[in-house]
């Protein structure tokens, strides 16, 4: 099931491009911004259209907390949670390959630095494009299952999260992939350790403001460094 999101999601990704993004070309970012908005309520209509509002479960078995990481930590771990941490391990480690140690994620990194130089380069950036797409696209499928994983399947569970997402991408630094990962992993460690410090007594605030806590930190940091943790500073 995987495997075939990935793919569905990748093919959807290349004609998503092909016809909105392709012919805007040259539009500014706020354009590219409100379209894809436009685009996300499209395809969130079409699947309340073809499969309904009502929300939907893994046909997994759902399995309690590992004991010994409870008792010793106080935090609710179960096997599911490992599996999620693990395939997305492998997933980012697999970016980070691709990237910085094939010819693809050469000419993707020389593309999104400055597509007309690598165009005059010999660069093909039109396939180095689809192929970003691609994997785009791949990647946002995993992360949709995976998030399946812990909570309800439901038409609008990308949306609930869309805030963090844009949060996290701006706290790593906007066209920084691995500023991105970083955004998201501070975002979500502060999310969770919220309520656990809360629980220990170190700050008063619990998990109703985890969320809270996790955008005033974000604000803190892009103060201190507007580009963020790893963007370009100027």
């Not at 040259?26 to 079409?46: F, P």
């Not at 992360?143 to 949060?167: K, N, S």
């Amino acid at each position: 099931a995987l495997a075939f999101g990935m793919f569905a999601a990748a093919v959807i990704a290349v004609v998503t491009d092909r016809i909105i993004y392709k012919p805007m070309k040259g539009s500014g970012s706020i354009g590219l911004l409100i379209t894809s908005i436009g685009v996300a309520l499209v395809y969130r209509a079409m699947v309340f259209l073809s499969f309904g509002s009502d929300s939907e479960r893994y046909g997994v078995t759902r399995q309690g907390p590992i004991p010994w990481v409870r008792e010793s930590f106080g935090v609710a771990v179960t096997p599911r949670n490992l599996v999620v941490v693990g395939l997305a391990t492998v997933l980012v480690v697999g970016l980070h390959l691709t990237l910085t140690r094939t010819t693809l994620g050469r000419k993707m990194r020389a593309t999104a630095d400055n597509a007309d130089l690598a165009r005059i380069s010999g660069i093909r950036t039109r396939e180095v494009i689809i192929a970003m797409w691609l994997i785009g696209g791949a990647l946002a499928a995993a992360g949709g299952v995976f998030l399946g994983l812990e909570e309800l399947v439901r038409p609008r569970m990308g949306f609930d999260i869309l805030l963090i997402v844009f949060a996290a991408v701006i706290l790593g630094g906007i066209g920084s992939v691995y500023g991105a990962m970083l955004g998201g992993f501070v975002i979500g460690m502060v999310h969770e350790l919220v309520p656990l410090f809360n629980q220990w007594g170190i700050i008063p605030v619990g998990s109703r403001y985890a969320a809270a806590v996790a955008f005033v930190i974000m604000v803190a940091i892009l103060l201190v460094r507007p580009s963020g943790i790893v963007g370009e500073s100027g």
